[in-house]
């Protein structure tokens, strides 16, 4: 496939909101990615293709990024291209890390770049290192409770940040804060929560039916007003919305179908969904939050170029957008999606993967997870090109980024 990024979300466990991101990437010449060595100079050319542009903080979020450097890309000076403040140059355990690239990896060091070391031992060249790392990361799932309990011990002793890799469950998140992780990677946040489904409150069908109808062809804003004039809470945050510095109307509004109007749809369909699940306690959820805009965006994207799903992209945006409620409102997904009026296509995508929209959904995941050779079979079945799964990823990546600083903004 392609030369290809993808940004995986860094969550610090006291705040639970993303803190930074890792950047995986893959070879032209193959899906590579962690298992196997990378082309230096397909990574050098992905990598400086996106950070030299001028939009690239959007694809960052100006967030710190953790990248694993080969020998070369640290030989040919590759994180020149990073801000010394925003750039955590990763060594991998699989490193030969000999004195010369010692010495090279040190003037990193003194120029003021920060390391992590990857998946920390007891043994002689692990220790070689420490005074060089800032961060110590640690795969959580292969690593017994005994060596654990010693690596932290030490690596807290010697003021090293600890990250946890492979968080992939709840209880995995809970763990890495038990044993006093800072950072967690991995994809609990985004794994389905297992409860047994109970009554979903007013307030969230009536969220439910809203998001339902912005995403109609043609929104029925009587309808719309109607929802949401039955909820106060969404009746208070639309009317602060229009009437915020954001809009700056002259005159105050109080009328909750003129409010719709003159917010417009897609705003109105972002920024309800962003402040319904804003007071929610889930571990993660500002991540969710965001990865339903992106995943919203892209399937919708990625619709419009599918011939079959062309005309169906509203409903593409929902699968995308709906895949984690069940985390969000921590219920059974199949009890949330029995209270709304959505098609048995876009039922069958989100409760079972299966057909087109659900071999769409399945690529989003496969991207997301930087399962290089999924995303290759997936895009091949849905007959489009990976260069447009690329430049749609990192397209939707950027809007939603400027999309998320706009919508934060009125409610500072």
């Known amino acids: 496939m392609p030369a290809s990024i993808v940004r995986q979300p860094i969550i610090s466990v006291e705040t639970e909101k993303i803190c930074a ?29 996106i950070f030299s542009s001028a939009d690239s903080q959007l694809f960052t979020d100006d967030m710190p990024l953790y990248l694993t450097f080969t020998s070369q890309l640290i030989r040919e000076n590759v994180s020149k291209l990073f801000n010394k403040d925003k750039l955590v140059i990763q060594i991998d355990d699989s490193a030969s890390v000999n004195t010369p690239l010692l010495q090279e990896l040190y003037k990193l060091r003194e120029d003021g770049y920060s390391f992590v070391f990857n998946d920390f031992m007891f043994a002689q060249r692990y220790f070689n290192l420490l005074d060089l790392v800032d961060i110590i990361s640690l795969d959580i799932e292969k690593t017994t409770e005994t060596s654990l309990t010693h690596i932290v011990r030490v690596c807290l002793g010697l003021n090293k940040k600890l990250m946890a890799t492979n968080v992939n469950t709840q209880a995995d998140f809970e763990r890495a804060r038990a044993f006093g992780f800072h950072q967690v990677q991995g994809h609990f946040f985004a794994e389905p929560v297992a409860v047994e489904g109970k009554k979903i409150e007013h307030n969230q069908i009536n969220f439910l039916r809203l998001m339902s109808q912005l995403v109609l062809p043609e929104p029925n804003v009587d309808e719309i007003a109607a929802i949401i004039t039955s909820d106060v809470t969404m009746s208070y945050q639309l009317l602060r919305l229009v009437n915020s510095a954001y809009f700056a109307l002259r005159t105050r509004i109080a009328n909750i179908k003129q409010a719709v109007v003159i917010v417009g749809m897609r705003q109105l369909l972002d920024w309800v969904y962003l402040l319904s699940f804003g007071a929610t306690s889930r571990a993660g959820s500002d991540v969710l939050i965001r990865l339903a805009f992106q995943r919203g965006e892209i399937a919708q994207t990625l619709a419009m170029q599918i011939a079959k799903l062309q005309q169906k992209h509203a409903d593409c945006y929902l699968v995308g957008m709906f895949s984690v409620l069940d985390q969000l409102l921590e219920n059974n997904l199949a009890t949330i999606l029995a209270e709304l009026p959505l098609s048995d296509e876009v039922n069958e995508a989100l409760l079972e993967k299966k057909g087109s929209m659900g071999l769409l959904y399945r690529l989003i995941l496969a991207h997301e997870q930087a399962d290089w050779r999924e995303v290759t079979s997936l895009a091949a079945e849905l007959g489009l090109p990976e260069e447009s799964v690329i430049e749609s990823y990192l397209q939707c990546v950027k809007n939603v980024s400027q999309t998320w600083g706009d919508l934060m903004s009125p409610a500072n």
């Open 21 to 49: 991101y890792a950047l995986m990437y893959s070879d032209s010449d193959g899906p590579m990615l962690n298992d196997e060595p990378v082309s230096s100079e397909s990574a050098a050319k992905v990598i400086g293709e």
